[in-house]
C-alpha cells in the first residue's frame, strides 16, 4: 500500500491544523494505521493510532487530548486533527500502515511509511 500524507503547514501556537493520510494500492481496511513525527535532532515518536474498523483509537500522552486520530475507509483515509498546538510539536509527521488488527504504538510493527508532512508551529 501507498501513504501520501498532506495537510501540513505554518500555524501559529494555539492553532490547529488538520493532516491527511490518503492510501492506494491495497484494502485499506485490513490496515491499523498510525501517525507519527520526527523532530530536527530527535528520534521518530509515537502520535496516535486507530485500529482496522476505527473502533480503537490511541494517543501519546504529549498530544492526547489536543489531538483526534480517526479514518473513512470508504475513502481510504486517515486523518489527524490537532488543536492548542505547542512550537513542540513542530516536527515531520509521518503516517504508517500496519497488517496487525488493532491500534499500536510501536514503530517496528508498521509495514508501510507515507513521506511525511512539515508541521511548523510558530509566531
Known amino acids: 500500500v501507498q501513504l501520501q500524507a498532506s495537510g501540513g503547514g505554518l500555524v501559529q501556537p494555539g492553532g490547529s491544523l488538520s493532516l491527511s493520510c490518503a492510501a492506494s494500492g491495497g484494502t485499506f481496511s485490513r490496515y491499523a494505521m498510525g501517525w507519527f513525527r520526527q523532530a530536527p535532532g530527535k528520534e521518530r515518536e509515537f502520535v496516535a493510532a486507530?485500529?482496522?474498523?476505527?473502533?480503537?483509537?490511541m494517543y501519546a500522552d504529549s498530544v492526547k487530548g489536543r489531538c483526534t486520530i480517526s479514518r473513512d475507509n470508504a475513502k481510504n483515509t486517515m486523518y489527524l486533527v490537532m488543536n492548542s498546538l505547542k512550537p513542540e510539536d513542530t516536527a515531520v509527521y509521518y503516517c504508517?500502515?500496519?497488517?496487525?488488527?488493532?491500534?499500536?504504538?510501536?514503530?517496528?510493527?508498521?509495514?508501510?511509511w507515507g513521506q511525511g508532512t512539515q508541521v511548523t508551529v510558530s509566531s
Open positions: 504508517a500502515a500496519s497488517l496487525s488488527s488493532i491500534a499500536t504504538m510501536t514503530a517496528p510493527v508498521y509495514d508501510y
Open positions: 486507530i485500529s482496522r474498523s476505527g473502533g480503537s483509537t
